[in-house]
């Protein structure tokens, strides 16, 4: 698919696509594990030590969330796409510094202004972000779908839709931050600017 012309958030190079293998690999080693809160809340110890900024800004951005059951998405997801790209680039992923996760969340609020006002406007911000990032958003779109699934008796989850939003909101940005941190490999051609 071609990128939009009108958009404030840009394409992805080559190098910084997290392949399916990388999500399918985390999301095995989180399905297999019997202690799943336990694991989520090392693993944000592990981010406080090698993501320092980026652990501050999805606590901070979670801890707003008053729902439980949006801020464990939240938490999960946070965990879940921050170790698929360790999985996908190990050394290769940078540190997220402040700056760079100000200037990541500007530009993505100036894309969904850009298209707030536009009624031919086909994509969502979502959606380049699904472009530039598939695999891992299809991982996020799964669980999201999940979260908000009815029960067995057709009953909708007992969540709130605004808090699912603002958690999925800041996990849009973390992929867009941590797609920005990733180095091009050894020998390739400098990327431009990601965003």
Do not use: K
Not at 165 to 173: F, H, K, S
Request: proline share 6%; net charge negative; hydrophobic share 45%.
């Amino acid at each position: 698919m071609m990128w939009p012309a009108r958009s404030a958030i840009r394409p992805v190079p080559p190098h910084a696509v997290v392949p399916r293998e990388a999500v399918d690999a985390v999301e095995a080693d989180l399905d297999e594990n019997d202690d799943l809160e336990g694991h989520i809340a090392q693993s944000f110890r592990e981010l406080d030590t090698t993501q320092p900024a980026l652990s501050t800004f999805l606590r901070n951005d979670l801890d707003a969330v008053t729902d439980d059951t949006a801020s464990a998405l939240g938490q999960f997801l946070g965990v879940a796409v921050y170790r698929a790209f360790v999985e996908a680039f190990g050394a290769r992923l940078r540190s997220v510094d402040e700056g760079a996760l100000s200037s990541t969340r500007a530009t993505f609020e100036w894309d969904e202004e850009l298209r707030r006002g536009a009624a031919d406007e086909l994509l969502e911000s979502d959606d380049l972000v699904a472009i530039g990032q598939p695999h891992v958003m299809t991982f996020v779109r799964e669980q999201l779908d999940a979260a908000l699934e009815p029960d067995e008796d057709g009953d909708a989850p007992d969540v709130d839709l605004d808090a699912v939003a603002a958690v999925y909101r800041t996990i849009l940005i973390e992929i867009l931050a941590l797609g920005q941190a990733v180095s091009s490999p050894r020998g390739a051609a400098a990327p431009g600017l990601l965003m």
